[in-house]
């Protein structure tokens, strides 16, 4: 059976106030295209399709739109990340479980059981983001220092990986979509970060062996874990800040049989727009104005700053979608200047930071409390 894995969508995502939904939709089609011309049996769709819990009605077009295209290549199955509603999800399950999209917004111990073309028969183990306030009491939350905590979470996810993973057998396809944060993966941008540290993180050695492939969501680098079966993640389909503008974006595309290990290729996406960062004096910065394309633009100008200096940037470089006066010695972006673009959360980071208080369990408290309140 081969299936076509993507993730982290964020369709809804802005550049600083810019929409981005006529890249999301480009690369939702491209990734529709590729899922078409290879064949693909199953489309495993696993987290953070929305970049928000409330997405706007154009938003919720564009991905809606994505898996109906989808259902009519092969079987889609979604499980919701961090960035979901899974209640929202959960309202249009029914719905789109008449085109054959498969919606596991919550935690459910049994696989999906299907039959690939082939007659193979197929489990599909899933799990949802699982925040903490579901899996650790809240007087634990108070009681136990970030380790214990960290661990806490780590052990009970694992245990519900082993659980949902139990009726694995060696006569069938194997397969775990998720949406979490593993040990030791490399970030790759626009993660929220309260939700990607230590606390939050789950060890590989929780998949069973008998797993022929796992695909997860989360993190925003593709990138293959070491683990004792495959265990992948496809990455973000488009570039979302410019802390992460390089790396190639992509779908997986996995054969499976029954008893053989899973063949993985990697599917380089094409549409979207770059991001990039050009660094220089205005001068510099002239000779390459033009030369740009349609790139997205941070620019930092590290001329001397005078009036109507980034108004000049601003015309010699439509496409910046912020600029930036840096001191002549500094080639990056200076911290105070860059707080708009972090989220939240890493501006309370920052603000703990700048008062030297290091306390993990106080970021993730925040974190739960702002998830409550968008
Ligand atoms: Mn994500």
């Known amino acids: ?41 199953l489309i495993l769709i ?6 928000s819990a409330s997405p706007s009605p154009e938003a919720e077009s ?24 899974d209640r929202r999800l959960q309202a249009v399950t ?12 919550f935690v459910d111990p ?23 306030r579901y899996i650790v009491k809240a007087a634990q939350l108070m009681d136990l220092d970030a380790f214990e905590l960290g661990s806490e979470f780590k052990d009970r996810v694992g245990h519900m990986i082993e659980r949902v993973c139990e009726p694995f057998s060696k006569d069938s396809i194997n397969l775990f979509a998720g949406h979490l944060s593993l040990f030791n993966a490399t970030l790759g941008g626009g993660e929220r970060t309260a939700q990607t540290i230590f606390e939050y993180c789950v060890d590989a050695t929780a998949f069973p062996g008998s797993a022929h492939y796992v695909a997860l969501g989360h993190i925003h680098k593709a990138q293959k874990m070491p683990g004792p079966c495959p265990i992948h993640y496809c990455g973000a389909p488009l570039h979302l800040d410019f802390s992460d503008d390089e790396g190639p974006r992509q779908v997986n595309l996995v054969d499976v049989r029954p008893g053989l290990p899973a063949e993985v290729q990697e599917i380089e996406l094409t549409s979207g727009r770059r991001l990039r960062t050009i660094t220089g004096t205005l001068k510099q910065l002239e000779k390459v104005a033009g030369s740009c394309g349609d790139d997205h633009l941070r620019v930092v100008v590290t ?19 912020k600029v930036i006066a840096a001191a002549p010695d500094e080639t990056r972006p200076s911290e105070t200047l860059d707080r708009q673009t972090l989220s939240p959360q890493d501006l309370f980071i920052r ?24």
Request: charged share 25%; proline share 5%.
């Open 1 to 41: 059976m081969r299936l076509l894995h993507t993730a982290d969508w964020h369709v809804g995502r802005s550049l600083q106030g810019r929409n981005r939904l006529d890249e999301q939709q480009a690369v939702l089609a491209e990734i529709a295209s590729i899922a078409r011309e290879q064949e693909a049996e």
């Open 46 to 51: 696993t987290g953070d399709l929305f970049d």
């Open 62 to 85: 564009v991905v809606y739109g994505a898996l109906l295209e989808l259902s009519k290549i092969g079987k889609v199955v979604v499980t919701p990340g961090n960035h979901d509603s």
């Open 94 to 105: 029914a719905v789109f479980g008449l085109a054959d999209v498969t919606i596991r917004p």
């Open 110 to 132: 049994r696989p999906l059981r299907f039959d690939s073309k082939d007659g193979e028969p197929v489990m599909l183990a899933t799990l949802p983001w699982i925040s903490q």
């Open 303 to 321: 001329s001397k700053a005078h009036t109507g200096l980034g108004d000049e940037i601003r015309e010699l470089f439509p496409n910046a979608v």
């Open 351 to 374: 603000y703990l930071d700048e008062r030297d208080i290091e306390d993990p369990a106080l970021v993730s408290l925040f974190s739960e409390l702002y998830e409550e309140c968008v």
